[in-house]
């Protein structure tokens, strides 16, 4: 039991979510190492030399010694620093490289990144956060290619070109490998950690499956399928929140919202991007959903719920019969709350994963969780004196080798080679000095690495039949979802930001109301005409845009 509850905390510290100093004047340091010309103050081009001819990244990547410091967020209870990471040694003696690490304080990433970048003093290597992705905010003001521009960061077109053969077998992948990791003009700003195989949902929709059996109720699949399903939960066993939504009446994956077709927020359909707020078929949710609340089959204190968290059900509600549906992680399926959590005796409690409802039987919705195999981008940066070994240090890491060493730390020690497949210690996965799974990951391997990173680590103790939550939720269709990878111009993040500001506030102050009925949905119209007025097709227009650029990457 302490085994698998050990993972849970792990999964935890994702959930929660989602390096260098600077330049002395020593004047021993080696040479600047010379690099194909490039001026970072001229206009990003994607031009690409065509004499370039690659060249393959062999072992030690420098002769003499050379240092590069990495800039990123860390926090771990065991060590202070990457620099007192095991890993970090070791790849120093295999590369020829001496890493120096800078750490921003944890919640402060984004103020520490601005003020570095105000202050013109950088490190060599930058962790970014993927741009849109809702990350700790280590995102520069108008985007990567504009740092290109500002001469922050460098254009690694040619160097890639020339010093990473690994990257480019990475990108030549084509799909979300190539599209996401280069620019709509073509340019490349940083080299992105990648996962071998996208990661499966593992986020969803769930229901009481065991009290729903016990009343000799089926899978709910349609609308009044969940109707007669909720008022159980409410009718027979009392529950605060038959369904819990969010503080705006929604669901984290437009579940109940996507029956009709839409989704909340930005969405496409046949390459148009529609904006769901305003199609006609959102009152018709808001409607059912005022009908809902009103039958006690929301929670009564939606609006204002505390406990409520995005894509995990409060587990002081979970674990006591107060929530009978809602979206959460297959940490809590089945019998997770039991097993897992030890937060109830209940053996019998189960929280089934099921797809979103449909209007009718045979509907299909067009909206799930998603992951994406595209993860955070690391930048080299004006400063850097020794850019094409960057370039090639980053490469290495997406190397066998080089991969095995950051993901999993050192042969022997931190993981075994167990029919191929490399295998956590159980000094690492069941501490026996109680530190838990997270805590020692960090520790002891390079946790949010560069290079090919392996998202089913943090999988390895855990019962199969909870991961197997995941194969449903990712079996729905995602059709109208937009790609995560959609980048904005500076102009237009400047526009979109001014215009959704104001919208976003109208919006999530004015849903509650409809559906607690303290405002009519016979003002519906007047509030998608606001909408409009605010600008609302300005910024449906500019996500075109970005689409479409996207489309023709």
């Not at 390096?19 to 001229?42: F, I, Q, S």
């Not at 992105?192 to 929709?205: F, R």
């Not at 199609?279 to 039958?295: A, H, R, S």
Request: charged share 25%; net charge negative; aromatic share 12%.
């Amino acid at each position: 039991m302490k085994k698998l509850l050990i993972i849970v905390l792990s999964l935890a510290l994702m959930l929660v979510a989602f390096a260098g100093c600077e330049k002395d004047n020593d004047t021993d340091k080696p040479a600047k190492t010379d690099a194909p010309a490039m001026d970072t103050n001229e206009e990003a081009t994607d031009e690409v030399s065509q004499t370039i001819e690659v060249e393959p990244n062999t072992l030690p990547i420098s002769e003499s010694p050379i240092e590069l410091t990495v800039w990123q967020s860390f926090s771990n209870t065991l060590i202070d620093s990457m620099e007192e990471n095991p890993v970090v040694p070791v790849i120093e003696e295999m590369t020829g490289i001496t890493l120096k690490f800078k750490h921003p304080a944890v919640g402060e990433e984004a103020t520490a990144f601005q003020l570095m970048i105000s202050s013109q003093e950088f490190p060599d290597i930058i962790r970014m956060d993927k741009e849109n992705s809702g990350g700790s905010g280590i995102v520069y003001p108008g985007g990567g290619e504009k740092a290109v521009k500002d001469g922050v960061f460098l254009q690694l077109n040619d160097l890639i070109a020339q010093y990473a053969p690994n990257y480019l077998d990475v990108r030549a992948r084509g799909g979300v490998y190539e599209k996401d990791t280069i620019t709509d003009s073509g340019v490349i700003w940083a080299m992105y950690s990648v996962s071998e195989q996208t990661e499966p949902a593992y986020s969803g929709l769930v229901y009481r499956k065991d009290l729903a059996d016990a009343a000799g109720l089926d899978e709910p699949v349609t609308l009044d399928d969940w109707h007669e399903i909720l008022t159980l939960y409410k009718e027979e066993y009392n529950m605060d929140a038959p369904l819990m939504v969010s503080h705006e009446g929604l669901l984290y994956n437009s579940e109940f919202l996507s029956a009709w077709g839409i989704g909340k927020d930005f969405y496409q359909v046949d390459g148009e991007v529609k904006y769901g707020y305003i199609q006609p078929e959102f009152k018709e949710y808001l409607t059912m959903m005022n009908q809902w609340y009103q039958e006690g089959l929301l929670d009564q204190n939606f609006a204002t719920n505390a406990d409520f968290v995005d894509i995990f059900l409060p587990v002081n509600y979970a674990a006591t019969d107060r929530v009978g549906s809602g979206i959460t992680t297959w940490s809590e399926v089945y019998d997770g709350l039991h097993i897992l959590f030890f937060a109830t005796e209940n053996e019998d409690i189960n929280f089934s994963p099921v797809h979103p409802p449909v209007l009718k039987e045979g509907d299909t919705t067009q909206f799930r969780f998603m992951t994406s195999a595209i993860l955070q981008p690391w930048s080299i940066t004006s400063s850097c004196e020794h850019p094409v070994e960057a370039v090639k240090f980053l490469d290495w890491c997406y190397t066998e080798e080089g991969s095995l060493l950051v993901n999993y730390g050192i042969e022997g020690d931190t993981y075994s080679m167990v029919d191929g497949k490399p295998r956590f210690s159980d000094w690492i996965l069941y501490n026996e000095d109680g530190y838990d799974a997270p805590t020692m990951f960090t520790a002891n391997s390079w946790e949010g690495c560069p290079g090919l990173r392996d998202y089913s680590r943090g999988y390895q103790n855990v019962d199969p039949h909870l991961l197997s939550a995941t194969e449903v939720w990712d079996s729905a269709e995602h059709g109208y979802v937009l790609p995560s990878g959609l980048s904005l111009t500076s102009d237009e993040a400047k526009s979109k930001t001014r215009i959704m500001a104001d919208i976003e506030t109208y919006i999530f102050e004015t849903i509650p109301k409809f559906i607690t009925g303290d405002e009519s949905l016979d003002g519906f119209d007047a509030f998608v005409d606001q909408i409009m007025a605010m600008g609302i097709e300005d910024a449906i227009e500019i996500e075109q845009a970005a689409f479409e650029r996207y489309q023709n990457r």
